[in-house]
């Protein structure tokens, strides 16, 4: 079962830099999955369970957004970012729904009542670059609680995850389409969770009834972990799959510990010293008592990460398997530190600190023990379950478009985030041409019109986007064309202009063709790129906007120089049936913009033969109608514009970005006409 649920993008995060003296952090070039809610409605549990929602960060605080937002549409519902694929393209989110009159039986029993009447939980596939959402639970479901999915270690092919079935939670695998799900404990009655895989996939390690078994893939050969400790929790491998990790003791008096893969030579590792191993994640009474706060691998194999009470506090502590633990946060008094999780490469460690009483997320560089904010949210908020992405998306990993995200009718949206050559965020739109009523529209000619002198009023891609929404061309999605001079300070003023280039809306002529290549499209509705001169004949042509150069021709990328900018191109099919519209971002330190030549390698990615390099730049913006938003929000920016002239270079000063759209001499737009 697939689902379009587009990224939403929020206002990045103005993260909160720990880092003194003159020295920058390194940061990953990485996203990290997480949860937010609020912590202090009244109602109890139930009222602020249910506005959990997942999350994405950069791993430098930056685009802070909202993750396949709309699987928590309806009434008692929520979302919950759970893990990642392997190669970090896909992420693992749970949505879950209750009704409200069974979270008022449990609040008044002070207990968890789980029917097929009352709860419905299952897990999703949703991959980061186009927001598609996949419930591989659904197929052929076997339960209506279904947790924990994560994929299946050294199989892609396969997937793990835990469902709940007459009252007892079992573990399963099953393909990555979700079909032929099996339960791996068939022949046992007891309530399993903590389900995992072994590095080479060939074992499987739980808990069930509070005691940990090891087992084949398959379930037989099962082993249960002696320990002579009532209370066995939450199991993990090591990274190279040689040793298991837990907490074993009393309920809330549990220390880590390990064992061989084979499950002999339990040693324990540490002492938590009375912390009772809850973090308690609301500020309203909880009859569940918080989140599981266990220890975890370094990437490395070589120590593990735990939390453990010291006075008052909650500390972060490392301990090598070989050595003594070694305290790593020394913090205010009151404060309480939880899930720690290491980056990929050891270098740093993500961790949830309780501090004044609210729960955000920080990074510490394990070199210097030095802090970096990664959240900053108020009072009766609250941000945990970190996951660091495995690794970034890489260039030549393009989705495919059938399974983009569609703004609207014949409109699609794939966006790329990559680190090499450099850091770039790609912003590329699909538009069918062939899609019934579909038409462009682009600026007209000012009221005052003299050509090559007064041929348009500047504005803004937004603006353009939403004064059409009072006419007879309601424009859909639109972006930056023709580049035009003069563009005086203050750059977001409205002035009368004149383009570079050939222009035509509505069939009439607003600037002259001028040599350079031009996006063409026939009163009949063809489409073509071609390089204008006074020679061509326009009689027939219905709307044009032009750029600078092709930078792609005949699907040859044309060589350029190597100056790095915002970039805005245009390109069109081999069958001339579908327009590509690019926005490569650009002058920040997360995104460093593009050269021309690479603006048309990526054109030629997405499909286009022809390209052509538009005006860029501060220029550079994509903007589109969203009904499904507020009345203030509707028209909706895609890309990051840095329309004021303003560069955001450093690291320090791209922490304080915040998108501004310059105006525009001219804007093009895509518009359904009306039929009588």
């Not at 972990?225 to 209370?231: L, R, Y």
């Not at 030579?265 to 266990?294: C, M, N, Q, T, W």
Request: with cysteine; aromatic share 10%; hydrophobic share 35%.
């Amino acid at each position: 079962m697939r689902f379009q649920f587009g990224p939403i993008f929020c206002v990045c995060l103005l993260s909160l830099c720990r880092f003194t003296g003159a020295e920058e952090p390194d940061l990953p070039n990485l996203l990290i999955g997480y949860n937010e809610h609020r912590t202090n409605l009244p109602g109890g549990r139930y009222a602020n369970v249910i506005t959990n929602r997942a999350m994405l960060v950069q791993a430098d605080g930056m685009h802070r957004r909202r993750l396949a937002a709309e699987l928590a549409d309806v009434a008692g519902s929520w979302t919950q970012f759970a893990g990642w694929s392997p190669d970090g393209r896909m992420a693992v989110v749970g949505r879950g729904w209750e009704s409200i009159e069974n979270a008022a039986w449990e609040e008044e029993h002070k207990t968890f009542r789980f029917n097929p009447e009352g709860w419905l939980y299952d897990s999703y596939l949703v991959d980061v670059a186009t927001g598609t959402a996949e419930n591989v639970t659904a197929v052929d479901r076997v339960s209506f609680y279904n947790t924990g999915l994560f994929f299946w270690q050294n199989d892609s092919t396969k997937l793990g995850f835990t469902a709940l079935i007459d009252g007892n939670s079992k573990p399963f695998r099953m393909d990555r389409d979700g079909r032929n799900k099996v339960d791996l404990t068939k022949d046992s009655n007891g309530f399993a969770y903590g389900f995992s895989s072994s590095p080479d996939g060939s074992r499987i390690s739980y808990h069930e009834n509070y005691q940990v078994y090891l087992a084949d893939a398959d379930g037989a050969n099962r082993v249960h972990v002696q320990t002579g400790h009532p209370f066995v929790f939450a199991p993990s491998w090591s990274p190279d799959g040689k040793s298991l990790l837990f907490v074993s003791g009393e309920h809330y008096n549990c220390h880590p510990h390990i064992v061989r893969a084979d499950g002999t030579g339990l040693r324990k590792l540490a002492d938590r010293g009375g912390y009772r191993g809850v973090i308690e994640f609301l500020d309203v009474p909880d009859y569940h008592g918080g989140s599981s706060d266990v220890p975890v691998w370094s990437s490395d194999n070589q120590s593990v990460f735990y939390t453990a009470k010291v006075g008052a506090n909650v500390e972060l502590f490392q301990i090598m398997l070989d050595g003594q633990p070694e305290q790593l946060t020394h913090s205010a008094e009151g404060s309480q530190h939880y899930h720690p999780k290491p980056s990929p490469d050891g270098k740093w460690i993500v961790f949830g600190s309780k501090r004044n009483g609210v729960r955000n997320l920080f990074l510490m560089r394990l070199s210097d023990r030095k802090e970096h904010a990664l959240t900053d949210l108020p009072t009766g908020h609250a941000a945990m379950h970190a996951y660091w992405q495995p690794q970034v998306v890489q260039a030549a990993e393009i989705p495919a478009w059938q399974s983009a995200r569609e703004l609207h009718p014949g409109i699609r949206l794939i966006q790329v985030s990559v680190s090499e050559p450099r850091r770039m965020q790609i912003h590329a739109v699909k538009i069918d041409l062939t899609t019934p009523n579909l038409a462009l529209y682009t600026t007209p000619r000012a009221e005052q019109w003299v050509e090559s002198k007064t041929e348009t009023v500047r504005q803004t891609t937004r603006d353009f986007l939403r004064s059409s929404q009072a006419t007879e061309r309601q424009v859909m999605f639109a972006a930056n064309a023709d580049s035009f001079s003069p563009w005086p300070a203050p750059f977001s003023e409205r002035s009368a202009t004149n383009l570079s280039g050939l222009a035509i809306s509505e069939g009439v002529v607003v600037s002259p063709p001028s040599g350079s290549p031009s996006l063409l499209i026939t009163k009949s509705g063809e489409a073509s790129i071609q390089a204008t001169t006074d020679e061509t004949p326009l009689i027939n042509i219905q709307t044009a906007i032009s750029g600078f150069a092709l930078c792609l021709s005949d699907h040859v990328v044309q060589p350029s120089g190597k100056d790095l900018h915002p970039r805005t191109g245009l390109g069109l099919s081999a069958d001339e049936k579908s327009l590509f519209v690019l926005a490569i971002d650009g002058r920040r330190y997360s995104r460093q913009g593009a050269t021309t030549q690479e603006l048309g390698e990526w054109l030629k990615k997405f499909g286009a033969d022809d390209g052509i390099n538009m005006d860029g730049g501060g220029s550079t913006t994509l903007a589109w109608w969203n009904p499904q938003a507020g009345d203030d929000a509707r028209c909706e920016l895609i890309n990051a514009p840095v329309g004021s002239g303003v560069k955001f270079e450093s690291e320090v000063a791209d922490r304080q970005y915040v998108p501004t759209e310059r105006a525009n001499g001219n804007n093009f737009g895509v518009y359904y006409q009306q039929v009588p």
